[in-house]
């Protein structure tokens, strides 16, 4: 600041003041930005202080993504952190629905109705076929951290907008980063591992029995279910 009290380019930018909430999670809340209605900031929750590093977690694995040179509408667009009125935030682009609005989780688009199980399960089936095919760790598997966004034609698709990378930014995550074919069979092994859970959070107790054909068709092409 100078002397007549204006900012000057050495001043440290303002923390965003943050007025309108979109949604919380069990450990963050993802805020409105105020000078951008097509970002969202995505800060911890009152007392949780452990989401720094589930934030710092996301922003470094979305940017190795990045390095990567991989782009997909089943990912979004991550821009940089911030210093906010509710603290430490990453900027993230803000998935919308048809409406205009936040675009809703897979979750409550099946408890209302919106979308059948079948049409849910053959979203997720997409998008793990992609997910696959890129060697992309999606870790948390929850029906809460995908939102159904559309494309211009009215298509659905699934974006991810939580639970990539890791928990932990341990020796294992950060091999993963390094070594390619790691971070693939990382990527496959979750596929592997939790398609029956999403069979159950689908509800879908007449599915094909894991390790059946039927079942075998729906993942991604060399996947297998393990018990």
């Known amino acids: ?127 793990l076929h992609w997910l696959h095919k890129n060697g992309v760790i999606w870790n948390d598997v929850n029906l809460c951290n995908v939102v159904v966004a559309h494309t211009c034609a009215g298509r659905p698709y699934l974006v991810i907008v939580d639970g990539l990378g890791g928990r932990r930014y341990d020796l294992r995550y950060r091999l993963r980063c390094k070594f390619k074919f790691l971070e693939r069979w990382t990527a496959r092994r979750k596929i592997n591992q939790h398609f029956p859970k999403i069979l159950a959070y689908l509800g879908l107790s007449d599915a094909p029995p894991a390790g059946s054909k039927a079942a075998s068709a729906a993942l991604p092409r060399g996947a297998t279910v393990h018990h």
């Open 1 to 127: 600041m100078d002397s007549t009290g204006r900012a000057t380019s050495t001043d440290p930018p303002e923390a965003l003041s943050l007025a309108t909430l979109i949604g919380t999670g069990n450990q963050r809340e993802c805020w409105q930005h105020p000078l951008d209605p097509s970002l969202c900031i995505k800060v911890s929750r009152a007392g949780q202080s452990a989401d720094l590093l589930e934030n710092a977690l996301e922003l470094h694995y979305l940017q190795h993504l990045n390095t990567r040179k991989l782009t997909s509408q089943h990912l979004p667009k991550i821009h940089q952190p911030v210093a906010t009125s509710k603290g430490h935030g990453i900027v993230v682009e803000l998935i919308r629905g048809r409406d205009g609005q936040a675009a809703q989780t897979l979750e409550r688009m099946l408890h209302s109705g919106a979308i059948s199980q079948l049409e849910a399960l053959g979203l997720i089936t997409e998008m």
